[in-house]
């Protein structure tokens, strides 16, 4: 399908939507294959009886609005949240949306946002760094001689929980993650797997197990606390490309959906990488998305989407689509953070950038991060170099942008050469709704910023300088 095509297709699932007298009516829009279908209801009445939300709501027309308001979980996937009481213990409530006139989705007075693994910002070079449970989250983006950004502790529901092989035990390895690397196309948030035995030949928990040009068949991983799941399968190593495509004509037929999601493709010659295969998925229904392609707007982002191809452990329970909305303001969710108040000229800090946000951001790696310096009401903006650069970033030469999802950090290096009495901070230049792969990248917004907390620059003492 073209993309003139998929617009179309997806201008007439918004008709559908409607009825004639432009009322909502979810219950003709097609599910998606995680199941909602009740994603924009500006009245309760409006929902039609006969599927599971509409009979949920016609038993409490009667109700007052307090307690129609209690049952918005009802029409959420568990993935799914409109506040932190909604998730987990050890996830964060990301992107949550308020709208002008509530409720804004099905009974729901906000659009939901993503429960995600939360990264804090501790700083660890193993996961004996990390207090419970939590495991150190590598960030190897930036490397320059034998300096090394640390990474950061990220929170996972069960010791079984991994996001890399480095979190699992023994000879038992982690099946089922989603990663993102700067080298790697990033289709949505990050999302922990499971740890597994190692297959036997001809076995396999997911594509990698098998040879080249094989599909993992039969694979099932069941999430932490999923009673309905049962025990995890073992698949099969089959002959076959698997569910992958790169158009939406390569997903007709396709029981997991017609959409083709996850997908990038090179049109010249400035790629951060070469072509990269998605996945098919149902359509995303009235207003929502599971990209920014589906966003027909120009100042539309795909916001809290959790996108999970086939064989990641969050595909089996956890995927949910996200909602086109305005993009997140200057600053939304986004943390720039330092380890201290005080830092020492000549020697070498880091820095935090966390995206708590509701859509993925991009940096710049090569000029992620300002410093600003000032004097009563004289504000400075210096340039300075960093200690750890991205190997892409050569002078003269654009850089890819850096995608960091939602629940995402990631660790900067920093050094002042010069003192002055003055308050500092630090301030990161971000963009949403960006092309990724691309080495300038279309974005929907302009250059959005977050700030750090005021710190001091001191002289360094003696060993350090």
């Not at 999923?226 to 992958?244: F, H, I, K, L, R």
């Not at 200690?387 to 942008?401: I, K, L, M, N, R």
């Amino acid at each position: 399908m073209t993309n003139c095509s998929r617009a179309a297709a997806l201008l007439l699932v918004l008709a559908l939507g409607c009825n004639l007298d432009g009322s909502s009516n979810p219950v003709d829009i097609p599910a998606t294959e995680t199941g909602i279908d009740v994603p924009d209801v500006q009245d309760p009445a409006d929902l039609n009886s006969g599927d599971e939300a509409g009979d949920t709501t016609s038993e409490l027309t009667d109700l007052g609005e307090e307690d129609v308001h209690k049952t918005c979980q009802s029409v959420l996937d568990d993935w799914q949240c409109v506040d932190q009481a909604g998730c987990p213990e050890w996830a964060a409530c990301l992107g949550v949306g308020s709208c002008e006139e509530p409720p804004c989705w099905g009974l729901c007075d906000d659009f939901p946002g993503s429960c995600l693994p939360r990264t804090d910002t501790t700083l660890c070079e193993a996961d004996g760094d990390c207090a419970g449970t939590t495991v150190c989250v590598g960030s190897v983006l930036f490397e320059s001689g034998a300096v090394k950004a640390p990474g950061l502790c990220r929170s996972r529901p069960s010791e079984e929980a991994c996001f890399d092989d480095s979190h699992c035990s023994g000879d038992r390895y982690c099946a089922g993650e989603l990663n993102c690397t700067a080298e790697a196309y990033c289709p949505g948030p990050e999302f922990y797997g499971k740890c597994v035995d190692k297959p036997p030949a001809g076995q396999c928990w997911e594509a990698g197990d098998c040879a080249q040009g094989q599909r993992c068949a039969g694979a099932v991983l069941c999430d932490f606390g999923d009673a309905q799941c049962g025990e995890d399968v073992m698949g099969t190593c089959e002959e076959g490309p698997g569910a992958s495509c790169v158009m939406d004509e390569d997903c007709d037929g396709n029981p997991a959906g017609g959409f083709c999601t996850g997908s990038f493709v090179c049109e010249g010659s400035d790629c951060a990488f070469g072509d990269v295969a998605g996945f098919c998925a149902g359509p995303p229904g009235f207003g929502g998305c599971w990209e920014e392609s589906d966003c027909l707007a120009d100042t539309q982002v795909c916001r809290a989407f959790l996108a999970c191809p086939p064989g990641s452990l969050c595909s089996q329970s956890v995927a949910h689509v996200g909602q086109c909305g305005e993009a997140p303001a200057t600053g939304e969710g986004v943390a720039v953070g330092l380890a201290d108040t005080k830092v020492q000229v000549t020697v070498p800090f880091w820095i935090t950038l966390i995206n708590r946000g509701p859509a993925t951001i991009y940096v710049d790696p090569c000029f992620a991060m300002l410093l600003q310096r000032w004097n009563g009401n004289e504000e400075i903006w210096i340039d300075w170099p960093t200690t750890v650069e991205h190997d892409s970033c050569v002078e003269g030469q654009p850089a890819p942008y850096l995608a960091i999802p939602p629940g995402n950090g990631m660790v900067f290096g920093g050094k002042m050469e010069e003192w002055e009495q003055a308050t500092y901070r630090l301030e990161t230049i971000y963009q949403v709704g960006c092309a990724q792969g691309e080495i300038n990248p279309d974005c929907k917004s302009g250059p959005l910023k977050a700030n750090s907390l005021e710190f001091d620059a001191v002289p360094a003492g003696p060993s350090d300088a």
